[in-house]
């Protein structure tokens, strides 16, 4: 199975102060046929406009990553972090019993990011939060791990057995991921554009499929996210 996703169908709010993409149902955005993919259950490519934010709220029993990919993202929680992400930094929060956080621009310019919820793969767990930055260095030309269940090469530890990578790849740069038998891949191209086994995916589009290798080249400014999932959650 090999789905496309492409950027233009996907859940759409303008609020003014928040520009939001749904690649999953989500608030106010339904669609029986992208209510999630394994435990990958929200992908929203998010815009906040300066001196906005969401004030604080709450969530229970999620994996939630926030990609920062223009701008910068102040955070503070009821478990007493407080920190500004910029691009490179990567920030893990697990909602567990009960977390409340908010999130503002902190940029005289428009924020950009991506808002990830990974469902955990046992709920009620105490909160917990973690945050790091990854060079673009380390993902120039490879898919670099960013959260998995054991912080394998320094990634941030989540409660699922998901692998999430980040990479960067311009022109001849090249890489491919295997898929063990009974995973999932989702592949969110964020910025740019890059060939995914053979299908060209501009900013927004994503690919999925439930066999590999998982093949990314010919990019052009691409910036990707590659999930690595189970088939249940």
């Known amino acids: 199975m090999t789905e496309l996703r492409p950027a233009r169908e996907r859940g759409h709010a303008d609020h003014g102060w928040l520009d939001s993409w749904h690649s999953f149902s989500f608030a106010d955005y339904y669609d029986p046929r992208h209510m999630g993919f394994g435990p990958l259950r929200v992908i929203n490519e998010d815009r906040i406009a300066p001196g906005s934010g969401f004030p604080t709220h709450g ?83 490879r898919l670099r791990p960013i959260a998995s269940p054991d912080g394998r090469d320094g990634s941030l530890t989540i409660d699922q057995d998901a692998v999430v990578f980040a990479g960067l790849f311009d022109g001849a740069e090249s890489a491919q991921l295997a898929l063990r038998p009974a995973r999932l891949a989702y592949v969110h191209v964020a910025l740019g554009r890059l060939v995914v086994n053979g299908h060209v995916l501009g900013a927004g589009d994503a690919l999925k499929t439930d066999s590999g290798p998982i093949a990314l080249a010919d990019g052009v400014g691409a910036e990707v996210l590659v999930f690595d999932l189970p088939q249940s959650r």
Do not use: C
Request: without cysteine; aromatic residues 8%.
């Open 59 to 141: 969530h229970r029993d999620m994996e939630i990553v926030s990609y920062v990919l223009a701008g910068a993202l102040a955070h503070k929680d009821s478990l007493g972090n407080g920190s500004v992400i910029v691009p490179g930094d990567v920030q893990r929060m697990s909602a567990g019993t009960g977390v409340l956080h908010s999130e503002y621009n902190a940029h005289d310019g428009p924020t950009h990011f991506l808002q990830i919820w990974i469902e955990p793969a046992r709920r009620g767990q105490p909160p917990s939060y973690e945050q790091r930055h990854f060079p673009a260095v380390e993902k120039r030309g």
